[in-house]
């Protein structure tokens, strides 16, 4: 139901922007989140939007860095990220909660619906 683009090798200090399109149904009532894996580590949260996008969460880890947006007009979420640094390199992906019309959720187990996943490198 949810399709990632986005994603790639960048410098550190460099700037990618990740998409999430929902595909044969609507997000549009529903909160979404990022979360991120890095290679032996557990998922964590990055971001998370609720359904009509006037409140935003972020991990303190990525606050003032990167940025959760989306346009339920095109059923499609965003997460721009800058200042990348190496410790942000993992496998991101993007999902949607079950509930209509709820506020942000960080914790992985409220999200029903989870996107294929996308690499983000960031290296020199």
């Known amino acids: 139901h949810l399709v990632q683009s986005g994603g790639g090798l960048v410098q550190p200090g460099g700037s990618l922007k990740l998409s999430c399109a929902a595909s044969?149904?609507?997000?549009?009532?529903?909160?979404m989140g990022w979360f991120r894996q890095a290679p032996g580590k557990e998922r964590e949260f990055v971001a998370s939007?609720?359904?009509?996008?006037?409140?935003?969460d972020y991990a303190d880890s990525v606050k003032g860095r990167f940025t959760i947006s989306r346009d339920n007009a095109k059923n499609t979420m965003y997460l721009q990220m800058n200042s990348l640094k190496p410790e942000d390199t993992a496998e991101y992906y993007c999902a949607a909660t079950q509930r209509s019309y709820g506020s942000t959720e960080t914790a992985a187990r409220r999200y029903a619906y989870w996107g294929q996943g996308t690499q983000v490198t960031v290296s020199s």
């Open positions: 044969g149904y609507t997000f549009s009532s529903n909160a």
């Open positions: 939007i609720n359904w009509g996008g006037a409140s935003t």
